[in-house]
């Protein structure tokens, strides 16, 4: 564990280790935790427990590797922006100029499940901000609330490995209706699994290859990647998920893992691997206003666009979200360019501050950047779903309890 900065009341952040031991791991909830929370870029505290693979005595470490699933979406929609601020495409610019298999998109209007869908039109195209902010009218098969995500699932279109490529998978999408005419409400999505193939697109670049250069390699991410390295899968963890009637079970072992091979489809909402330090350093890159150590990524007036709620009429997903799932709870969230955004601490019930984002993944992993207090967390776990228990909350409530 490290030492508490002047920032953190050192006892107070100790007591983040002791709940999540109790709670959480002596129980069984949770197979291992891993917690790093910083101030103005410096770690102030950093703790690992559990072991790393199930049956073996050796625990997590800063080494370990996780499966970040969503926490993937803040980097693709990072690298979109660099390439926004090099006049290569706007916030603004129809989908389909990029991708011109959205051209003819319509809205559902009756059909599926084995009859014809039947489509009305567009109330206006599809924007790039609205992949950014989830208000593309697009699903996710997981949703399990439509006859679109239905076809989604029976087309198996989100098997990353033994399906579509990432060109396929746009294609596929374009011959499916939208659930409502974009910008009109919010719906947790592939929307930024289809900002990928626009920065694929436009930078002329596969996705990892560009991840890699423009983002990796100059924030020093060496352990971030869509197929883990052989050399490092040593490192990578044990995944679990909930299986009704048993509790938790193995998803996905780290030994043989499917993150070994690189996959088919490449998947900017959810494809990365990632380590809790490597995270810190795109997150104090964030925090920074776009530049680390001598690497400007974006700039920060960038970072102050992308960081403001996006919804219209400065609503929050209470009142804008159709999702049956998101990683975010609703009142008093808003949404930006890539993440949600606290516009409401009293309506959220967690302590915060206004215009503090954030996001989680799949298997539980988390983050935060409070740009006020100048304090961002990465939480690393590996259970899915991350609805299954509270733990992120309570992280939060604990970390700001700490603040001197």
Known sequence: ???????????????????????????????????????????????????????????????????IASMTKPVTSIAFMMLVEEGKVALDTPVHHVLPEFVDLGVYNGGGAGVPFLTKPLARPMLMVDLLRHTSGLTYSFQNRSNIDLAMREKKMENWHSNLDLDEFVAALGKLPLEFSPGEAWNYSVSTDVLGAVVQRVSGQPLYEF?????????????????????????????????????????????????????????????????????????????????????????????????????????????????????????????????????????????????????????????FVDPVEQVHMVFMTQLSPSSTWPVRRELKTLIYSALL
Request: proline share 4%; aromatic share 10%.
């Open 1 to 67: 564990m490290t030492p508490a900065t002047g920032r953190f009341d050192p006892q107070r952040l100790a007591r983040i280790d002791a709940f999540l031991k109790e709670r959480y791991l002596d129980t069984g909830k949770l197979a291992n935790a891993q917690v790093l929370v910083a101030h103005q870029g410096e770690i102030a505290h950093f703790s690992s427990q559990g072991p790393a693979r199930e049956g073996s005595a050796k625990t997590i470490d800063e080494g370990s590797l996780f499966r």
């Open 211 to 367: 991840f890699h250069d423009r983002i990796f390699v100059p924030l020093g991410m060496h352990d971030t990647f869509f197929a883990v390295p052989e050399g490092k899968i040593d490192r990578l963890t044990d995944c679990f998920t909930m299986a009704p009637g048993k509790g938790r079970v193995i998803y996905d072992r780290g030994a043989e893992s499917a993150w070994s091979r690189m996959p088919r489809q490449l998947s900017g909402g959810g494809g990365l691997v990632s380590t809790a330090l490597d995270y810190h350093r795109f997150c104090t890159m964030l925090l920074n206003g776009g530049e680390l150590d001598g690497a400007r990524i974006v700039s920060r007036k960038t970072i102050e666009l992308m960081t403001l709620n996006h919804l219209p009429d400065n609503g929050d997903l209470a009142s804008w979200s159709k999702s049956l799932f998101s990683e975010a709870t609703n009142a008093g969230v808003g949404f930006g360019l890539g993440f949600a955004v606290n516009i409401d601490p009293a309506a959220n019930l967690i302590p915060g501050s206004v215009g503090e984002y954030y996001w989680g993944g799949l298997f539980s992993t988390a983050f």
